[in-house]
């Protein structure tokens, strides 16, 4: 089985990235320098034209699409905990994970790339001002789902998984937008704890990953 990952240091891509380190399967990272556009070189056009990441390659098929990588991989690898096994907490899980998805993440986009949205640059600063708004009430909405939990449990069920990535991926990129991750107590906590395990720093060595932004 050949397995290789499209991420972008930072990027939503690191919910993949983790995943697949988390669960001890072999793969080859594959780094994309976003902020030197190579998305939209003729290199990375060729595996995927939309010109985003994650891609997974898996024996030749190629994917785009974080969510539907993720339930490709936890079809693939139904022990690495990635969303729940089955049954009302897998239904939840999803529910989260597509929230996140649909939602939360292009709030940030419009706050990061607010150029996809329009050429304009005063409704590009608007864009950014109104969207920062929004994006402090989506973490604090994860943060309310993170306190909702038991004692050091996770937002993907009894093991660290997607909507854990996900959630601190959300919380490093308010940082971005400079707000301060600390103000969301029980998210903080969960993502420092996801930080923590041993079994990831070979993904926060690749991307050079720091929690919060605001301190340099
Ligand atoms: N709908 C896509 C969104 C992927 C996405 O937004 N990727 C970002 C990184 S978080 C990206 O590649 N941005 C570079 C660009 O759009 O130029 C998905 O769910 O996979």
């Not at 601190?168 to 940082?175: A, H, P, V, Y």
């Amino acid at each position: 089985m050949s397995l290789k990952l499209y991420f972008g240091p930072g990027a939503c891509s690191f919910v993949p990235h983790a995943m697949l380190q988390l669960s001890g399967a072999e793969f080859e990272p594959e780094m994309v320098k976003l902020h030197k556009n190579e998305q939209g070189g003729e290199a990375f056009l060729a595996i995927n034209p939309r010109a985003q990441v994650p891609v997974l390659v898996h024996d030749g098929m190629v994917l785009d699409q974080l969510v539907a990588i993720l339930l490709y991989l936890d079809d693939l690898l139904p022990d690495a905990g990635i969303l729940p096994g089955s049954g009302p907490a897998r239904t939840k899980a999803l529910q989260t994970l597509m929230w996140m998805n649909n939602t939360v993440h292009p709030t940030f986009t419009h706050i990061f790339m607010p150029f996809k949205y329009t050429d304009n640059e005063a409704a590009q600063a608007e864009l950014r001002r109104f969207n920062t708004r929004l994006f402090q009430q989506r973490l604090t909405e994860i943060d309310a789902l993170c306190a909702a939990l038991p004692d050091a449990g996770w937002l993907s069920g009894d093991k660290p998984g997607a909507l854990d990535a996900y959630a601190l991926t959300f919380m490093r990129w308010g940082s971005i937008a400079k707000i301060d991750p600390t103000q969301f107590k029980s998210l903080w906590a969960l993502a420092n704890r996801f930080y923590d395990l041993p079994a990831l720093k070979p993904v926060l060595e690749r991307e050079r990953l720091q929690l919060n932004l605001m301190v340099a």
